[in-house]
């Protein structure tokens, strides 16, 4: 199939308004986030390795989070991660 140049061309989006709850995983607040998943709903489905890292579930199977990414719950309800360069630039703290 071909597409015309206007199809091939970038356009701009922006992202919605929408409010999220997040926390930051830095390898100690494993309390905090077994806290976040209790109240989700999701109480003792995330796990600690060896590493550091956490293991938590999400729609798509388990997930792996870094040490530094952020942890998301979505408006849906379900969770996902977000490394720490690309939270900064797309979520800003809302005032509470």
Known sequence: MLFSKKELMMKKYRRNLT???AIQ???QTYGEAK????K???PG?????EDRSLIIPALEGPLR???GDYIIKEPTGQFTSCKPAFFLEAYEKVKE
Not at 35 to 38: D, E, G, H, I, R
Not at 45 to 49: A, D, K
């Open 19 to 21: 409010v999220i709850d």
């Open 25 to 27: 995983w830095n390898g």
């Open 35 to 38: 806290s976040l998943f209790a």
């Open 40 to 42: 989700a709903g999701l």
């Open 45 to 49: 489905r995330s796990m600690m390795n």
């Open 65 to 67: 989070v870094e040490k």
